[in-house]
Structures are given as C-alpha cells and as structure tokens.
T-cell receptor
Framework: KQEVTQIPAALSVPEGENLVLNCSFT??????LQWFRQDPGKGLTSLLL?????REQTSGRLNASLDKSSGRSTLYIAASQPGDSATYLC???????????FGDGTTLTVKP | DTAVSQTPKYLVTQMGNDKSIKCEQN?????MYWYKQDSKKFLKIMFS???????INETVPNRFSPKSPDKAHLNLHINSLELGDSAVYFC????????????FGSGTRLTVV
C-alpha cells in the first residue's frame, strides 16, 4: 500500500527566502507525481506534474524534482512571496487509472 | 469555461435528509473521481469511474452512491445524512491514456446540522 509523507507539516518563512518542500513515498512503482496548491476554502490547483521518466519540471519560480529510487520528490520555491502562502500537496497515482495517494500537505506561510 | 464544475458550492442540510452533488467536466477526460476532505484537511478517495464504469469504491458507507450517466458527469448522492458527513467534497478528472494529471473542481462544502 502506497504511503505518502510530507515534511514539514507547516513552514513559516520571511518573504524572499528560497524554500524546499518534501514529499516521500514508499512504493517507487509510480506513474507520475503531481504537486498541488490549495488556498484556504478553495479547491486544488495543479502546479507541476512529473512523469515517472522525468527528473524535474519547472514553472516560473517553482521547480519540482523526482527521485524514484529513493522515493522522494521536492518542490523548490524561489524568492518566496506572501501570495505563495497556501497548503501544498503531492499526489502519487498507484496505477494509470487508479487512485492517487495524497500527502497530508505542508502549510506554508510567507511573512511580508 | 470552467474545466471541472461542481454544484452546489455550499450545502447546508439537516440530519436524515438525502442530497446530491453534481460534477461535470468539459475536458474530454475518461476518468472521474470523488474525494472527501475532512476537517483535518486530509484528502481521501471515495469513488472513481472510468468511461462510466466504477473502478474504485473505497470503504465508504453505502449511504453514498455515485452515478455516472456519461463520461462527462459523475454525481454523488447521499442518503440519510449524518453529522459526520460534514466535509468538503471534491470532484476531479483526468485522462488516463496520456499521463496527464488531475484537474479538480472547486469543491462542495457540505454541512450537516
């Protein structure tokens, strides 16, 4: 059974800092890995999707890496801004059409 | 132009009532999901349909019944609502043959009083 862990559960940083969020998974036979952002009271917005054959994906100030052999993915946020404050979740599909296992999220607060 | 739309956005109802939440996607995806997010913000899968066929049915009370009239719609009907059913319910979809990721709806906040 796939287990997904996100550390830390909460993170508070001053504006402008670069930061890394971690996502670990126990079963490395994954199809892809997806990072989401969730604002309070809102739905999930997809940030980055990394296929199992890829090592990283970049979008603006965000960079996500994937190391299947060690069961880890990281989300790097450069030059953090108060607008980045949200909960960040990673999701790992167990099979192509099957369900994803979600981490419990890292709640990020960027202070002005 | 909303890709995955859920209705209603908010639902407040009394215990014992029966209610439905509707979900529609216009992305041409072949698989749709219902997820439940509880007060602790943990996101758990409930059901998944692929081309109108049920493929995932997690351990949820049989008071919850999904219905997929076609590939673009997946509705969730809940009978005899209980206080513990209060949560945010998210619909999601994806296209499984192209390795795309999930697209989520904005959620339905259900409050049972």
């Amino acid at each position: 059974k796939q287990e997904v862990t996100q550390i830390p559960a909460a993170l508070s940083v001053p504006e402008g800092e670069n930061l890394v969020l971690n996502c670990s998974f126990t079963d490395s036979a994954i199809y892809n890995l997806q990072w989401f952002r969730q604002d309070p009271g809102k739905g999930l917005t997809s940030l980055l999707l990394i296929q199992s054959s890829q090592r990283e994906q970049t979008s603006g100030r965000l960079n996500a890496s994937l190391d299947k052999s060690s069961g880890r993915s990281t989300l790097y946020i450069a030059a953090s801004q108060p607008g980045d404050s949200a909960t960040y979740l990673c999701a790992v599909p167990n099979t192509n059409a099957g369900k994803s296992t979600f981490g419990d999220g890292t709640t990020l607060t960027v202070k002005p | 132009d909303t890709a995955v739309s859920q209705t209603p956005k908010y639902l407040v109802t009394q215990m014992g009532n029966d209610k439905s939440i509707k979900c529609e996607q216009n992305l041409g995806h072949d698989t749709m999901y219902w997820y439940k997010q509880d007060s602790k913000k943990f996101l758990k899968i409930m059901f998944s349909y692929n081309n109108k066929e049920l493929i995932i049915n997690e351990t949820v009370p049989n008071r919850f019944s999904p219905k997929s009239p076609d590939k673009a719609h997946l509705n969730l009907h809940i009978n005899s609502l209980e206080l513990g059913d209060s949560a945010v319910y998210f619909c999601a979809s994806r296209r499984t043959d192209s390795g795309t990721g999930y697209t989520f709806g904005s959620g339905t906040r259900l409050t049972v009083v």
